[in-house]
């Protein structure tokens, strides 16, 4: 089968790989659709953790095409999305939802198994959920991406009429913009340099996208409902942008990191014991949570599809991968097998 997979440092290519074939508990997906994500770009360009010709991808869905033995509960032909690891099940991380901190998760498309860059990927039937009729498979593929800004707003201590600061509006931006707002935010300002975004974040129902660098997002937020965001979600993950969200959360407020620095960072406690702010850092997501995804996609509660800017296939991954240093008007690039 045909497959993006990562060459070397900041190189990909499409090549043929052997077809994975389901082992035990295991279904092999048809692959419909797989997002691209910023953790694919960053691993790519740092090259860590990854072998040459590692298959890529991990926010996606498809149609089973193969059962392995013991499975149950799914049939060849049901669409699905999967959580985009493997863990063990049993452990008390396992026990209570929060796999990701299992000692033996092993996860797809980023080193330690195949990801869905390709047109079949193999995944354990544990990791399954259905996908209903009325959800495309485009929007299946969001259910990661939005289950991360979903895992950050559940982190927080939102509540209705609360005002709220988003910064950055990258999908992880937009999809914790979009639960902001399911959740009852009264208003939600989004906090972004690049001015392609501006449109979209507004689509996704931003209160007001502002330049950081011209204007207070924390004096937006109080243009509305009268005080400074009693929430702010860092979602940029750059050195400094911790210490900027600390100095606009009110009193008593919040701040959600869910950025992922990648260098060491520097805040001033005392800006922190004067608002006695709380700081709370959110990694992934749970299994409740993307079957709560699933739901509010189905529902009506959320629509996320205008987060999808471009449809390509996977021939035009590794030219993507190379557009996507510079973003400009883009957000979620979704690669699409014809199915
Ligand atoms: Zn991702
Ligand atoms: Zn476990």
């Not at 010709?53 to 149950?72: A, Q, R």
Request: hydrophobic content about 45%; some cysteine.
């Amino acid at each position: 089968m045909k497959a993006a997979v990562f060459k070397k440092r900041d190189e990909m290519a499409v090549i043929d790989v052997p077809d994975p074939v389901a082992g035990v508990g295991e279904v092999v997906l048809k692959v419909h659709n797989c997002g691209i994500c910023g953790s694919d770009l960053h691993a790519v360009q740092y090259g860590i953790g990854m072998p040459p010709d590692t298959v890529m991808g991990h926010e996606f869905c498809g149609e089973i095409h193969s059962l392995g033995t013991d499975v149950n509960g799914y049939r060849i032909g049901d669409r699905v999305t999967s959580l985009p690891y493997i863990a063990c099940g049993v452990c008390t991380w396992c026990m209570r939802d929060d796999a990701m901190h299992c000692a033996k998760l092993r996860s797809l498309g980023l080193g330690q198994l195949p990801g869905a860059y390709a047109e079949f990927v193999a995944c354990s039937s544990a990791s399954l959920l259905k996908l209903p009729a009325n959800v495309s498979s485009r929007a299946g593929a969001l259910v990661e991406p939005l289950s991360v800004g979903l895992h950050g707003v559940n982190h927080s201590s939102i509540e209705p009429g609360m005002g709220v600061v988003v910064m950055g509006a990258g999908p992880i931006g937009l999809s914790t913009l979009i639960w902001a707002k399911a959740k009852g935010a009264s208003a939600v300002v989004v906090s972004e340099l690049a001015p392609g975004r501006t449109e979209l974040a507004m689509r996704l129902g931003a209160s007001a996208v502002v330049n950081p660098t011209k204007e207070d997002p924390a004096e937006a937020v109080r243009a509305i409902t009268g005080r400074p965001p009693e929430v702010v979600f860092e979602c940029i993950g750059v050195k400094s942008t911790l210490g900027a969200a600390i100095g606009m959360v009110a009193r008593h407020g919040q701040v959600v990191v869910i950025g992922v620095c990648m260098e060491s960072d520097s805040i001033y406690p005392l800006s922190c014991v004067m608002k006695e702010v709380q700081i709370n850092f959110a990694l992934a997501y749970t299994r409740g949570e993307f079957q709560e995804t699933i739901d509010a996609l189905s529902n009506g509660t959320i629509d996320a599809t205008p987060m999808i800017t471009d449809v390509i296939n996977v021939e035009e991954v590794p030219a993507m991968f190379v557009e996507l240093k510079r973003p400009g008007t883009r957000a979620k690039v979704m690669v699409e097998f014809p199915h």
